[in-house]
Nanobody, 122 residues
Framework: QVQFVESGGGLAQPGGSLRLSCAAS????????MGWYRQAPGEQRELVAVVSTDGTTNYADSVKGRFTISRDNSKLTLYLEMNSLQPEDTAVYYC????????????????WGKGALVTVSS
């Protein structure tokens, strides 16, 4: 089973930027579509961005044009570049397997990491 360690979270002002990283422990990372998920306080977890093994990306409407997902299979690492941050982006961000279509029904997730807390506030 692959383990994930998310990092790069912190406090950002509205309009600011942050870059998240997710280090995976196993080579299975390289053959799966991966995604970034987030969970705001009192809310359900939502999928915000995915990147397939060929580099194709897809985004939730709420982050399209502001967030960029990428991966480096040689480093077993997933990234999320977040720009033009807004208070509603405040959440704990997690990485895990995903589908290119962004469908989450009956998804067989790997173990979740602890996540990276992103707080957007002035």
């Amino acid at each position: 089973q692959v383990q994930f360690v998310e990092s790069g979270g912190g406090l950002a002002q509205p309009g600011g930027s942050l870059r998240l990283s997710c280090a995976a422990s196993g080579s299975m990372f390289s053959i799966r579509t991966m995604g970034w998920y987030r969970q705001a306080p009192g809310e359900q977890r939502e999928l915000v961005a995915v990147v397939s093994t060929d580099g194709t990306t897809n985004y939730a409407d709420s982050v399209k044009g502001r967030f960029t997902i990428s991966r480096d299979n040689s480093k077993l690492t997933l990234y999320l570049e977040m720009n033009s941050l807004q208070p509603e982006d405040t959440a704990v961000y997690y990485c895990n397997v995903a589908r290119r279509s962004m469908a989450v029904t009956d998804m067989d997730y790997w173990d979740w990491g602890k996540g990276a807390l992103v707080t957007v506030s002035s």
